[in-house]
């Protein structure tokens, strides 16, 4: 029962926050090597210098690279008081990603589907 509990307040967390964020946009592709991160981080800081506020979440678990790329590679999560505070690159860009969850980014992380889907519901109701 708590467990249901538990699911229907994720829930309703995850449209609270959706319904937000005017814009969303994302960067998909079934195979790796093609550039989604180097998109992913261009289009973000170039909405950014645009003055809009953006946020980027990494959820590659096989390799997460845009810590790295947008220089926050090794810090650490900060629990705030509604939810986890994402890493911030400038005012008007935030980054969240499965890399800063793990002990080193090249550990591979060995999730099926309703793991993997279970962590990105978890980043979008959670992280503020």
């Not at 814009?23 to 079934?30: A, E, H, R, T, W």
């Not at 005012?91 to 550990?107: C, V």
């Not at 591979?108 to 589907?113: D, N």
Request: net charge positive; hydrophobic share 40%; charged share 25%.
């Amino acid at each position: 029962m708590k467990d249901m509990t538990e699911k229907i307040e994720q829930d309703k967390r995850l449209r609270e926050r959706m319904e937000r964020i005017k814009n969303k946009i994302i960067v998909i592709s079934g195979k790796g090597g093609v550039g989604k991160s180097t998109v992913s981080v261009n289009l973000a800081y170039a909405l950014a210098m645009k003055n809009k506020k953006v946020g980027i979440m990494d959820t590659d678990l096989h390799g997460p690279n845009i810590p790295k790329m947008l220089g926050f590679e090794g810090e650490q999560i900060i629990p705030g008081a509604e939810g986890i505070e994402p890493f911030c690159v400038n005012p008007n860009l935030s980054a969240i990603s499965i890399g800063l969850f793990l002990e080193n980014a090249d550990d591979p992380v060995i999730w099926r589907g309703p793991l993997k889907m279970a962590m990105i519901k978890q980043f979008l109701s959670d992280v503020n």
